[in-house]
């Protein structure tokens, strides 16, 4: 079982630092780390100081090894020189490094692979909705009840070459008169042909079921609260029979990062148990669709972990992401393309010869995608699919449709004098993002029927400044 280890926790430690390749030179040194800020390693001498790099630039380390003074082993990935200064015959360096790993020491990049890795993730255990508890009322005394608690078993589901499994742990603490316990949800990884992978591939699919999450709990973006892995390299034999293979805990920068809030599940828009007997299928659907609308997919995620973005940028980011979908998944143009070369090759004919060079230029560019729909066509295409959507959000479909679009050739060009008012644009935008989390849903296999059921049972979604 993974233990908990919270991302939101900043530590400093300090130990030994050395290169792989150079174990002889150990270089005392802190090490501090946040979740937001990434981690530092501050260190009282150089590594490789014979090295006449560093006297022409900065320096990069794929791997530096660690031994803490509590004996704990460490290893930094990816590591890059910030600073460096020089005092006669001693000095003083910094490094930053984007991933760090407790309780083992890769030597080489290749090395670090994992058989199984286990995360947590804020508001996971909300939105799972399964603590083990249950309450029984009056059986032995009217007046009163009891509680039990009964560890939940295990879920496992196949999705493409690997198998997700919802596990749980439990945790209890007792303070003087009170005991406190419940069951902690925790998602591992393992794929099926049992070998091991490179961590990227394992990141790759908790950062796509990350976004899942995300898009579920709605409210807030889902972050990244503990993640541990078990590798072979971690394996200790004593004897026959007694084999320990401690887990590696594995901490990176998210950059970010925000602590959970109590937002209570009922504010999500979809939870687990509406989707329990069908999960396999819809995650399937949205490593699938992740694949093939993943500009789509990232336009969306990276305004989400992003509110702070200009608020002009968010409509730009939203409206993007709307033309890209259409583009994949309807007739994106008017004509065919063979019909359209005959058209296009027309027109470039009749542009005068005179024309100034840049403006004939200009014209070629234009015509170019002169056959791909508007954006308001777009639009039109995909909210008449949406229409019980927009009867929720903005009645009058038409002018909602002419405010993006003036919006949009007012923010890529700034050519009018169009006013735009700051609380405008927010509602506008507001509706742009349910617009493309209800997109999402129908993607992965919600039809319209049940996505206005969600939408309607969840007041914040309904609610627009």
């Known amino acids: 079982m993974v233990e908990e280890k919270e991302f939101s926790k900043e530590f400093e430690c300090r130990g030994k630092w050395w290169l792989p390749d150079n174990p002889e030179l150990k270089i005392s040194g802190v090490l501090k780390f946040s979740p937001t800020n990434g981690g530092t390693l501050k260190l009282d001498g150089m590594l490789d100081p014979e090295s ?38 001693t000095s003083i360096s910094s490094i ?25 993730y804020s508001y996971l255990d909300e939105w799972i909705g399964i603590s083990g508890l249950s309450f029984k009322y009056g059986e032995e005394d009217k007046d009163g009840f009891s509680i039990t608690y009964k560890p939940p078993d295990h879920f496992m589901i196949s999705i493409n070459d690997f198998k997700l499994s919802l596990i749980f742990k439990t945790e209890y603490s007792m303070e003087l008169n009170k005991f406190y316990t419940h069951a902690k949800a925790y998602l591992r990884i393992e794929f099926n042909d049992g070998k091991e992978r490179s961590f990227k591939e394992f990141l790759d699919i908790f950062n796509k079921i990350k976004n899942f999450l995300s898009l579920c709990v709605w409210v807030k973006p889902v972050y990244y609260m503990g993640i541990t892995g078990k590798t072979e390299l971690n394996k200790r034999v004593f004897g026959d029979k007694i084999t320990l293979q401690p887990a590696v805990e594995i901490l990176f920068q998210e950059r970010y990062f925000q602590k959970e809030i109590d937002i209570g599940s009922f504010s999500f828009l979809v939870r687990f148990e509406q989707i329990r007997e069908r999960f396999a299928i819809i995650l399937s659907n949205w490593f699938n669709k992740a694949e093939l609308l993943e500009p789509f997919y990232n336009l969306y995620f990276g305004l989400l972990y992003n509110l702070h973005l200009y608020l002009g940028l968010q409509f730009l980011s939203l409206t993007q992401a709307i033309e890209f979908y259409h583009r994949k998944i309807y007739s994106g143009n008017y004509v065919c393309d063979e019909e359209y070369n005959a058209i296009y090759n027309d027109l470039l004919q009749a542009i005068p010869q005179k024309t100034n060079d840049g403006l004939k230029e200009r014209l070629k560019t234009y015509l170019e995608f002169g056959n791909e729909f508007t954006l308001r066509k777009r639009l039109e ?44 644009l927010l509602h506008i935008v507001e509706i742009l993002n349910r ?16 996505l206005e059921r969600l939408f309607n049972d969840n007041r914040l979604f309904r609610k627009i400044l």
């Open 52 to 89: 006449e790099v560093y006297l022409t630039r900065m320096r990069d380390f794929p791997i530096i090894l660690g031994l803490t003074t509590d004996n704990e082993e460490i290893t930094l990935k990816d590591c890059f020189e910030i600073s460096y200064e020089l005092y006669g015959n």
């Open 96 to 120: 930053d490094f984007t991933s760090l790993f407790k309780k083992i020491h890769f030597e080489k990049e290749e090395d670090i692979k994992f058989k199984s890795i286990d995360t947590n």
């Open 381 to 424: 295409d995909i909210l008449r699919e949406l229409d019980w959507l927009m009867a929720i959000l903005f009645e009058r479909k038409e002018e909602f449709i002419n405010e993006v679009v003036e919006l949009r050739n007012y923010f890529t060009h700034y050519s009018s004098e169009l006013s735009v008012d700051d609380r405008e």
């Open 435 to 450: 617009i493309v989390a209800a997109i999402m849903l129908k993607e992965i296999g919600f039809d319209s029927e049940e």
